[in-house]
């Protein structure tokens, strides 16, 4: 059974910075892509950023290409989301996923297990 952990949010003021971090159970934790994703009050959930098994490609929403770093250790079961310059329209319950396959995608259909959520709030 896989288990996905989020910790590291809370209330930021605009410009501030976060580090969300993600904690998998399983010994197959590196055998696969990773992604954040975020839902905003009345907003569907929607990609935020993705990385392939090894950690060599990202991709990244545009909304936070620049602003945000999704990053990964296959050694200790983790992957990590550094969010810098943050805007209240960051505010939203973001979520860790974790795919069936080892390039990173940003199609929410191919994340087969999720976490919890974790609130970030962003005040202007």
């Known amino acids: 059974q896989v288990q996905l952990v989020e910790s590291g949010g809370g209330l930021v003021q605009a410009g501030g910075s976060l580090r969300l971090s993600c904690a998998a159970s399983g010994r197959t934790f590196s055998t696969y892509a990773m992604a954040w994703f975020r839902q905003a009050p009345g907003k569907e959930r929607e990609f935020v950023a993705t990385i392939s098994w090894r950690g060599r490609t990202t991709y990244y929403a545009d909304s936070v290409k620049g602003r945000f770093t999704i990053s990964r250790d296959n050694a200790k079961n983790t992957v990590h989301l550094q969010m810098e310059s943050l805007k209240p329209e960051d505010t939203a319950v973001y979520y860790c996923?974790?795919?069936?396959?080892?390039?990173?995608?940003?199609?929410?259909?191919?994340?087969?297990?999720w976490g919890q959520g974790i609130q970030v709030t962003v005040s202007s």
């Open positions: 996923a974790r795919s069936n396959l080892t390039a990173a995608t940003t199609s929410e259909g191919r994340y087969a297990y």
